[in-house]
């Protein structure tokens, strides 16, 4: 039943959205961003799931198998799993950009709120 | 005693609309997931692809590692750099209005020289008792490590480093977790990477730094030594896929000589990608994180209020 996961990929993504859509905290707004990064994450691994199968990793394979036996057989998606690795770093790269700027923002017009900061201001 | 807490003012805008616009993506999206492949389907060519040619190859026993730095290298050649740019990017963003050698340190340089009473003006009888009373508080707190500090020492608010069981805690706990990670990234046949391994080295450095404090970092957590080990990271990662270019006439093709499987140097260029990510990733992660905790508010100067008849 790994529909489940997807499903609760796209509920999470979904909560995510709402906060970006509706709140006017940067921070949160950060938040919810990071939210639906996870979501994506939950999804990629979910995807990769394969009934009854096994980590593909061709060290030490499990009932006797040989390493050539198990890279033909039932195992987990690997490029998938390289995917969520991907999107971690990036992930954690957009977040860092974006709380220096909410940093910046708050400091230069001293609230948080985004509605506060549509005027110009030299 | 107990006060009900006052009910936060959280500020909303357009919660109906944002709703309406949630649900009906949250449709779109739930019909889309239902109906794509399951548990039991076949894995795609793509993945069976890098299973199969993982041994045979690159004498690679962790097909994760042989897509992330080998088959679908130029996909993490990429995203490196999107890291790097991000990187620069909030250096760039938060950087300081004079040029500085530490992330720390610098604003608290002048300090002592500020508690200083003017010695041309001389001090009255109560600043003389005041400050006295300030520098024995201080002696305790400013030792030149935390472990000088005797225990139950005055002024904790001062205190730059946790009490002495986080500190023993963190001793046992950093040099086990610092192996970890560089073990994580040399043995690249099997699952880890310079990825996991470069972001258990900056947890080994927060982990120094909430326990001890500034000081045992310093030497380390300095702009010029870092951004010079993420620059060369960087160039570790496009020398490594530049001379496959080179050498064997496609980018990241590997010219490295390939070593027997289950061993430290099998998989060639893929253990020197990982090599360079872990450099890259690990000061990476640490220029971010230590430039967003001393970002300092002297960009823009204090509000002045203005006089009426200048207003717009």
């Known amino acids: 039943m790994i529909v489940a996961n997807y499903l609760t990929a796209a509920a999470v993504f979904c909560a995510g959205l709402y906060t970006v859509l509706t709140r006017r905290n940067l921070i949160k707004i950060v938040m919810g961003l990071s939210l639906m990064e996870a979501a994506t994450y939950l999804l990629m691994v979910s995807l990769a799931y394969r009934a009854d199968s096994t980590a593909p990793v061709l060290l030490n394979p499990p009932r006797g198998q040989s390493p050539q036996q198990l890279a033909e057989g039932n195992v987990a998606d690997p490029v998938l799993q390289n995917f969520c690795l991907t999107a971690i770093v990036i992930g954690v790269a957009v977040t860092a950009v974006f709380l220096s700027v909410v940093v910046r923002i708050a400091q230069h017009y001293r609230t948080l709120d985004a509605d506060q900061v549509r005027e110009l201001r030299g | 005693m107990s006060r009900p807490e006052p009910a936060e003012e959280e500020p909303r805008r357009h919660t109906a609309a944002g709703l309406l616009l949630v649900l009906s993506f949250a ?13 039991h389907a076949a894995l795609p060519p793509i993945a069976r692809y890098a299973l199969v040619t993982s041994l045979p190859k690159w004498r690679l026993t962790e097909p994760v590692n042989e897509v992330v730095y080998g088959t679908r290298g130029f996909d993490t050649f990429g995203e490196t750099f999107l890291l790097f740019a991000a990187v620069m990017s909030v250096i760039v963003i938060a950087r300081h209005r004079e040029s500085r050698h530490g992330y720390f340190g610098e604003q608290s340089a002048g300090l002592r020289e500020q508690a200083k009473a003017d010695p041309a003006e001389g001090a009255t009888a109560d600043e003389s008792a005041a400050r006295r009373a300030e520098r024995a508080e201080r002696a305790a707190a400013a030792s030149q490590t935390p472990d000088d500090t005797p225990l139950g020492a005055p002024a904790p608010e001062q205190a730059e480093a946790m009490t002495v069981v986080v500190r023993t805690a963190v001793r046992l706990v950093a040099p086990v977790l610092a192996v970890a990670g560089c073990y994580l990234a040399a043995w690249g046949y099997s699952p880890g990477g310079g990825f996991p391994g470069g972001a258990i080295m900056v947890g080994v450095l927060l982990l120094v730094y909430a326990a001890f404090g500034r000081l045992m970092i310093a030497r380390i957590v300095r702009p ?30 590997n010219w490295l000589p390939l070593a027997p499987p289950q061993t430290i140097r099998s998989g060639g260029i893929i253990q020197l990608f990982s090599a360079g990510e872990f450099v890259e990733v690990g000061t990476g992660l640490a220029i971010v994180i230590f430039s967003l905790l001393t970002m300092r508010h002297d960009w823009t100067p204090d509000e002045q209020p203005q006089p009426e008849e200048y207003r717009g």
């Open chain 2, 27 to 39: 449709a779109v999206l739930t019909a889309a997931l239902v109906g794509i492949p399951r548990e």
């Open chain 2, 224 to 253: 010029g030594l870092l951004e010079t080990l993420e620059v060369a990271g960087a160039a570790v990662i496009i020398g490594t896929e530049l001379l496959g270019l080179v050498l064997r006439g496609s980018f990241s093709a």
